[in-house]
């Protein structure tokens, strides 16, 4: 069911749309990156995967039709992830067993949003803490040397991290290296309970043995959700995030400018207890309103 649009606009933020307007014509816009930034309409969706897409590996009702329905409409979309500890073929598959067959190139994670920021620096040297996995991921554009590293990238590391690389890292950044946090978390918890200490809390070490803060490329920075955006081809203004989770998905799409959509689904109902599912533009009861909220709208 479609649920009433909230016309929400957060406290000091004056360039959220009142609405969202017409929906694009064709797929041809979409691919069209000569657009004008002035116009305010949307066509690029950015939307969160967990709890927006599937919740513990089963598919929203409805999430697959939605998807495709916004996809024959020409949207361009992007399917958005905080986690940092999956390749994008590993999250590719996640997606396709619940029935969701997504492009390479849709699928948007902080391992992509810092490869896409590397390829802006072509004689960049990156130290990883990462797994090697994930390493290979950003090695395809950013070899890696043994001295002199301009950026160090701290992702998901419980499998490579041990004290020599940690003060590699912390070094590199004494001598002015550029440190990037892929995510902030501090902590996960297995489905059995048990829990582990998390990349933000080897982002947090570096921070403060080097007093140097990291750049975010993970939710809800807007950074992140900006490369997203841009990586549509589309200006921040002519995009929509639609997402579960306000401290993130509307927060950082508020950031950038974007249209902002709550879905009633995943954290949703734990947040609004607690009173933080506030500030997106719209709320729906879950992504399968999306379509009709966006033709509603034309
Ligand atoms: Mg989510």
């Known amino acids: ?14 360039r959220l749309p009142i609405s969202i307007p017409l929906r694009p014509d064709g797929r041809e816009t979409a691919v069209n990156s000569q657009v004008r930034e002035s116009d305010p309409t949307v066509r690029a969706l950015l939307i969160d995967i967990n709890g927006t897409i599937f919740d513990h590996g089963i598919a929203i009702e409805g999430a697959r039709e939605a998807v495709n329905l ?25 997606l396709s067993a619940c029935g969701l067959e997504v492009d390479r190139e849709e699928l948007f994670t902080p391992v992509v949003a810092a490869r896409t920021l590397l390829e802006g620096f072509p004689s960049a040297c990156v130290l990883s ?29 419980q499998d490579v991290l041990d004290y020599p690389l940690l003060n590699r890292a912390f070094r590199a950044v004494r001598a002015g290296a550029e440190l990037i946090a892929l995510q902030r978390g501090a ?14 809390a080897i982002v947090a070490a570096l921070e403060y043995g080097t007093g140097r803060t990291a750049r975010l490329l993970g939710k809800p920075s807007s950074e992140y959700f900006g ?3 841009t990586s549509t081809g589309f200006a921040p203004g002519q995009t929509a995030v639609v997402g579960d989770d306000a401290t993130t998905d509307s927060a950082g799409g508020n950031s950038i400018g974007a249209t902002t ?7 949703y109902a734990a947040q609004a207890a607690a009173g933080l599912a506030k500030g997106a533009a719209h709320t729906v009861d879950s992504i399968a309103d999306v379509p009709g909220l966006l033709a509603g709208a034309a």
């Open 70 to 94: 916004l996809r024959d409409r020409g949207y361009a979309l992007r399917f958005l992830t905080n986690t940092e500890s999956k390749t994008v073929e590993a999250t590719l598959e996640s």
């Open 1 to 14: 069911m479609m649920a009433g649009l909230v016309g929400f606009r957060p406290p000091g933020y004056d």
């Open 187 to 200: 902590l996960y918890r297995t489905p059995q309970g048990e829990e582990f200490i998390d990349t933000g």
């Open 261 to 267: 959509i709550q879905v009633r689904t995943g954290k």
């Open 227 to 229: 490369l997203a955006a």
């Open 129 to 157: 803490l990462m797994s090697d996995e994930l390493r290979q991921s950003l090695a395809a554009a950013q070899p890696e040397q043994e001295s002199g590293p301009t950026h160090v990238v701290v992702g998901d590391c």
